[in-house]
């Protein structure tokens, strides 16, 4: 008998995005019925940012500026004339002291903050908001991590977490050994800041994941965390890049998917130096579906201007950001959540030939002409042992754009096989620029393409979606094997 309501439910990290003020102008527009609940931790990820967030934080005036607002409503109410003028005074002193403002100008009834670890205050608060008619929101403050005494005092650490015993108050300590790409692209940054006084570094509100803590401390007037907001990112990013500065948005690839429009139209169309460090490129493992970065390599090699670089190993990652930051046009570097591989990385900085691969391993044998087995990033760590096994040449082309296509016409002419390697969609990926190549050049031949499958990707360890989806060393091999006696 009560009807249905509609309530939507918001964080504070995602209502400082664009889209939920297009919805929240819409919602304020149609003026049905509906509740907004805003819980507010102050926290998304890294601290919040931004003027509106600071809006939000104005509230232990709240308080008095209801009992001002009552108050003076008593005092005027028999005057007339002073009607109009005590409202005018009223939204003044909202503006000064309420986040409330902000909401109402939209259309929406604005209540709160209320705590919202008090569960019976605030299911009488939300009871009594089913009756109110058109847009209603309830802001609600809360506290990350409450009931968990380590995660309230570092809600960063426990933002995502491992496998951990609640009861030893502590993360495990990860196995230290091999630095992440992360941390590689972290120290770079800050060696090439050194160099550099035009260097800029643009995060949207993810510092920890990127790796920025230690370049946000040591240039703090160069860094600058938007918020959870990356499509401004990347036309901020522009803008710098017009007056002069060298823009570095660290951002993961799933993230610069919001941003695709402002990387084509504000970016790659003016051919901006803006250099994209894109993090968690293929499978992020425990961040599951949402999180996989499935589709970067696909949607940035159809964008005119852009160079698109895969290192295959933290080295190659820190090589590749010099050569994009120094290429004076759009670039990306993707790289994958985790560690590397331990290899010695060079501190000494040099910029790589644009558009050009390397082979690693040459074919010994003389019969026929083989395989070649092309990689794009960090695969090809896992395609060293087929390649032993099969006896087949190997090859990092670290450039999806430009394309080594010399190289690849040159294997074409001395062998009769190809295979493709990347963890990012196969359709429309690497291995299909190589398709397009052969195609193009009249050298049809077999081509086998490994990537991801058509599908999106569940969650589980990386190990475990990487032997799932046959991207292994052994399931490479195996691949490989039932391809060439299909």
């Known amino acids: 008998g009560l009807g249905r309501k509609v309530v939507a439910v918001i964080g504070d990290g995602a209502i400082t995005a664009g889209m939920a003020f297009e919805a929240l102008n819409h919602a304020g527009d149609v003026h049905k019925d509906m509740l907004v609940v805003l819980n507010d931790n102050e926290m998304s990820i890294s ?50 002291v309420v986040p409330g403002t902000l909401f109402e100008e939209f259309g929406f009834n604005y209540i709160g903050p209320i705590d919202g670890h008090d569960i019976e205050a605030l299911v009488e608060t939300l009871r009594n908001m089913r009756n109110l008619k058109g847009p209603q929101l309830l802001h609600v ?155 970067d390599i696909s949607f940035l090699r159809t964008v005119p201007n852009m160079v698109v670089m895969t290192p295959s190993d933290e080295n190659e990652c820190r090589q590749m950001l010099y050569t994009g930051y120094l290429c004076d046009r759009p670039a990306a570097v993707r790289y994958p959540r985790g560690s590397g591989t331990g ?82 969609a196969i359709m429309g990926g690497a291995g299909s620029a190589v398709n397009e190549l052969l195609m193009r050049a009249r050298q049809c031949r077999p081509v086998l393409n490994l990537g991801l499958p058509d599908r999106f990707i569940e969650q589980g360890t990386q190990e475990e979606i990487y032997a799932l989806l046959g991207l292994d060393a052994a399931g490479i091999q195996a691949s490989i094997e039932a391809w060439l006696t299909a």
């Open 141 to 295: 403050k809360t506290k990350k991590g409450k009931g968990y005494e380590p995660a309230e005092k570092d809600p960063i650490g426990y933002h995502g977490v491992p496998k951990f015993n609640p009861d030893d108050c502590a993360l495990p300590k990860s196995a230290g050994g091999k630095p992440t790409f992360s941390a590689i692209f972290g120290q770079w940054l800050c060696d090439m800041a050194a160099r550099d006084e035009k260097l800029v570094g643009i995060t949207p509100a993810m510092r920890e994941g990127s790796g920025l803590v230690k370049f946000s401390q040591q240039y703090p007037d160069r860094y600058f965390d938007v918020a959870i907001a990356e499509q401004h990112a990347v036309t901020f990013a522009a803008g710098l890049a017009i007056s002069g500065q060298k823009p570095v948005v660290a951002i993961y690839s799933s993230f610069l998917q919001r941003a695709y429009d402002q990387l084509i139209h504000d970016v790659a169309l003016q051919e901006l130096p803006v250099l994209f460090a894109i993090d968690r490129a293929g499978l992020v493992g425990a961040d599951g579906p949402t999180h996989q970065g499935a589709f």
């Open 47 to 96: 601290e919040n940012v931004g003027a509106l967030n600071n809006h939000l934080a104005r509230l232990m005036s709240g308080k008095l500026y209801t009992t001002i607002r009552e108050g003076g409503k008593k005092v005027l109410a028999g005057l007339p004339p002073v009607k109009e003028l005590a409202k005018r005074a009223e939204e003044h002193l909202k503006g000064m």
């Open 343 to 424: 290899i010695q990385v060079e501190s000494e900085m040099q910029a790589l030939a644009l558009g050009k691969g390397r082979i690693i391993r040459e074919r010994e044998g003389r019969e026929g002409k083989g395989i070649a087995i092309l990689t794009f990033g960090t695969l090809l760590q896992q395609a060293k042992a087929a390649a032993e096994a099969l006896d087949a040449t190997l090859v990092d082309m670290r450039f999806v754009k430009p394309m080594d296509e010399a190289l690849v016409l040159a294997l074409a002419a001395s062998h009769d096989q190809f295979v493709t390697l990347e963890d990012n």
